[in-house]
């Protein structure tokens, strides 16, 4: 940002004014400081029969009556609801049981009714007041325990009219890093396969499917998007030149590298906090894994067997790798430990077990199993092996991610019919499509948080 082209000339008012965009631009380019969540315990995030928690988030009130506020206030309410409901952690309340008019309600906590909130069901409760003045937004956000009858998180945030959405989201992290001590996915995005039949390209959207775009528009077939652990750099297969070629391309620059060794050259993952990533290369005749720079040079080969070895996905300290190998007769998941090479069999329940993904959080592995021509998702405990099945009874399911803070799981189902993108807990709970496009969706890669 050219400092000197936003504070340059002006009034005073518009100095002001300038001052508090350039103040809140900050706090949403990196000057967040989350809220002290040492008592926080309002949701147990290991707990698979997690009961949500009903929060009441009324319409927020206006310092004007003019339409444009009104119209600002509306939006924040709708967004800010919308946002924690994709959680799955909150039950929104309907706003026909409200028993306060939020008009003329209060909003800072000693003028509030708390007892007209908790009598209808809401343990907790969110308040809005909303100002406009020259495209710039003050917007004060509070979040109450309306059984308590506490304030739980009180901020003013300054913004461009355009940066709405972002400034509903910076707040909601600040909710969910009160309640859970996690910061929720709101500032990631999702990478997938979008097209038709002998033409797909690679898609991004945000972590809700909102703004969806191209990312890819090579006119032919690229595949299995993977984000580098900084989000800066998006690996893909493609076969622009008629070949699968592993393209590594920056996320927002035009540049990169194309890696198009003979055979495959299959994309797998980035290594956690480095430039680094493994893949599938066969140009010695065999399908097996290479760890590769971010600029397309081979480190060394990770896996020595006969057989086909794919799909590599990494512990979030990058110590082990999990892939996909066929050298028990059919394909299994096995565990690397990074330091030695060893590997043991992760997977022996079922026959066709693929698509491994490592939680973030480092305790459990997603992956793909089929049995009796079902595809679903599974997920493995790495230190009880216990396996649960999340999806059943619902098309063929496939291709698991994890949200960067491991409390939600992407996957594509065929469950409509064409293939589209869903988003579930992480438990499996609240399975719903993220997105709907032309042609069909498939192969979703859950960036880290801190994507802009």
């Known amino acids: ?17 300038r001052l508090l965009v350039f103040g809140c631009l900050l706090a949403l380019a ?13 949701i147990d995030l290991t707990n698979p029969y997690l009961r949500k928690i009903p929060i009441a988030i009324p319409e927020f009130k206006t310092v004007s009556p003019e339409p444009a506020v009104t119209e600002l206030a509306l939006q924040g309410g709708r967004l800010t609801a919308e946002t924690l409901a994709f959680t799955g952690y909150f039950s929104i309340v309907d706003p026909g049981a409200f028993l306060v008019d939020p008009k003329t309600m209060g909003v800072t906590g000693a003028d509030i009714d708390f007892k007209a909130w908790s009598s209808i069901g809401s343990e907790l409760l969110i308040t809005g007041l909303a100002s406009l003045d020259d495209g710039v937004v003050d917007l004060e956000l509070r979040l109450f325990d309306t059984v308590k009858q506490e304030r ?14 972002r400034l509903i989201r910076r707040f909601c992290s600040e909710v969910l890093m009160r309640l859970t001590g996690n910061p929720g996915p709101f500032d990631s995005q999702i990478a997938f396969v979008s097209g038709r039949a002998g033409q797909k390209e690679i898609f991004t959207c945000d972590f809700d499917g909102y703004n969806p775009k191209a990312f890819t528009r090579h006119g032919s077939i690229s595949l299995a998007p993977s984000w580098s652990s900084d989000g800066q750099w998006i690996s893909y297969t ?11 391309r ?16 299959l994309n797998g993952q980035w290594v956690p906090g480095r430039f680094e990533l493994a893949v599938t290369l066969s140009f010695n005749g065999d399908q097996e894994i290479y760890l590769l720079s971010g600029n397309g040079k ?3 080969r990770l896996t020595h067997q006969p057989d086909i070895d794919v799909s590599p996905t990494f512990s979030p300290d990058g110590k082990k790798m999990a892939f996909v190998s066929k050298r028990a007769g059919s394909p299994q998941i096995y565990l690397m430990d990074m330091a030695s090479g060893r590997s043991e069999r992760l997977t022996f329940e079922g026959s066709y077990n693929t698509q491994p993904s490592w939680s ?13 021509n079902r595809i679903d998702i599974r997920v493995i405990d790495l230190e009880t092996r216990n396996v649960v099945q999340l999806t059943h009874d619902s098309g063929d399911n496939e291709s698991p991610s ?9 996957f594509s189902s065929t469950r409509e019919g064409p293939s589209r993108i869903y988003v579930m807990t992480s438990f499996g709970t609240d399975q719903r499509r993220l997105l709907s496009l032309p042609g069909e969706q498939s192969q979703p890669d859950w960036s880290p948080n801190g994507i802009q």
């Open 1 to 17: 940002m050219n400092l000197l082209a936003v504070f340059h000339g002006g009034s005073a008012r518009q100095w002001k004014r």
């Open 30 to 42: 990196g000057g967040w400081h989350p809220a002290a969540a040492a008592d926080y315990g309002y």
């Open 152 to 165: 739980l998180i009180g901020k003013r945030y300054t913004a461009r009219r355009s940066d709405l959405r």
């Open 238 to 248: 493609s076969y622009q030149r008629k070949r699968p070629d592993l393209y590594i």
């Open 250 to 265: 920056h996320r927002l620059e035009n540049r990169g590298t194309v890696v198009a060794e003979d055979g495959i050259n």
């Open 298 to 300: 081979i480190i060394r």
């Open 360 to 372: 973030p959080k480092g305790g459990r592995i997603a992956y793909t199993a089929m049995e009796k």
């Open 402 to 410: 994890w949200s960067p803070d491991g409390s939600l799981i992407a």
